[in-house]
């Protein structure tokens, strides 16, 4: 069982935007500031996508950001495109175990 | 542009012992900005943290691992290892190493690269 909780899957068509919660306490997510997101392919290594809440690394799309408010953290993606079908995983610094993540979102872009 | 890679058996016995190792390319892995982690991901399943270790040979493991991890560094070789014992069928996974990017008091932010992954099927 995950630390954190997120939705097993979302969906959405070309074009729209979609919101990924991933839900933690204080000693993760409400502790601190250090939230990630990562989006795996089939296949493939997990990617960075947001670092310490909203920040997008060098040649990472736009259409990906991030925030925080209390316990939970969310990943918005506007503007969907085909290739953003993946797996989203949040991670988060946490107190005691160090690492925390959460047990990922499978988007589907209808 | 920093690259790593993992390399180990991709088949261990029940009972002994997994050992898989991280080579850096790219990069000198006596960064003193990064802590170096391996992350295994079960077939269908998330991701978990396993354990990290910093240059000076600190570390940390996840607390449900911590009696049968073992993370070492060998900064000539620029690699770090991987040793889990004891091993089962649950411990069947594509197991990743990854840097870690770290804050002012050891706190993960993120990570920022990531290996391929390699497969470890724990089957007799």
């Known amino acids: 069982q995950s630390a954190l909780t997120q939705p097993a899957s979302v969906s959405g068509a070309p074009g729209q935007s979609i919101t990924i919660s991933c839900a933690g306490t204080s000693r993760n997510i409400g502790g601190y500031n250090y939230i990630s997101w990562y989006q795996q392919h089939p296949g493939k290594a997990p990617k960075l996508i947001i670092f310490d809440v909203n920040k997008r690394p060098s040649g990472v799309s736009s259409r990906f950001s991030g925030s925080k408010s209390g316990n939970t953290a969310s990943l918005t993606i506007s503007g969907l495109q085909t290739e953003d079908e993946a797996d989203y995983y949040c991670c988060s610094y946490a107190t005691t175990t160090f690492v925390a993540f959460g047990g990922g979102t499978k988007l589907t872009v209808l | 542009q920093v690259q790593l890679q993992e390399s180990g058996p991709g088949l261990v016995k029940p009972s002994q012992t997994l050992s898989l190792t991280c080579t850096l390319s790219?990069?000198?892995?006596?960064?003193?900005?990064?802590?170096w982690s391996w992350i295994r991901q079960p077939a269908g399943k998330g991701l978990e943290w396993i354990g990290r270790i910093y240059t000076s040979g600190n570390t940390n493991y996840n607390p449900s691992l911590k009696s049968r991890v073992t993370i070492s560094i060998d900064t000539s070789r620029n690699q770090f290892s991987l040793r889990l014992t004891s091993v089962t069928a649950a411990d069947t996974a594509v197991y990743y190493c990854a840097r870690g990017v770290f804050r002012s008091f050891a706190e993960l932010s993120h990570f920022d690269s990531w290996g391929r992954g390699t497969l470890v099927t724990v089957s007799s």
């Open positions: 790219g990069g000198s892995i006596r960064s003193g900005s990064y802590y």
